[in-house]
């Protein structure tokens, strides 16, 4: 067997996220780190085979190989775009800081 790494896998709703821990073989991708965490079964309402996908923060491909330590992360679609939000808010006179629900 190839060497153990240890990965997270993280995806999150408004309301509930898991952050699971995960062994994989050297060599392991992406998907794999995703197939084994388990998420897909917790999280069965989601598409997470379709949701774009993350390492540290940075877009990557499912097929992209992992190292030790790496946070796999599954992201959703945004409800709004931040930038027009913001918008928003500066067109009606509030910041981010003085919004009814900031």
């Not at 897909?40 to 598409?47: G, H, L, R, T, V």
């Not at 997470?48 to 330590?69: E, F």
């Amino acid at each position: 067997m190839p060497e153990p790494m240890q990965v997270e896998v993280v995806f999150a709703l408004p309301d509930r996220q898991a952050l699971v821990s995960v062994t994989v073989g050297k060599g392991a991708t992406v998907a794999d780190a995703i197939s084994r965490s388990g998420l897909k079964a917790e999280f069965s309402n989601q598409d997470l085979d379709s949701m774009p996908v993350g390492i540290w923060g940075r877009p990557t491909a499912r097929d992209c190989r992992l190292k030790d330590g790496d946070r796999v992360e599954i992201y959703r679609p945004l409800q709004r775009d931040p930038r027009d939000a913001r918008r928003e808010l500066a067109q009606s006179g509030l910041t981010m800081r003085k919004a009814p629900d900031g």
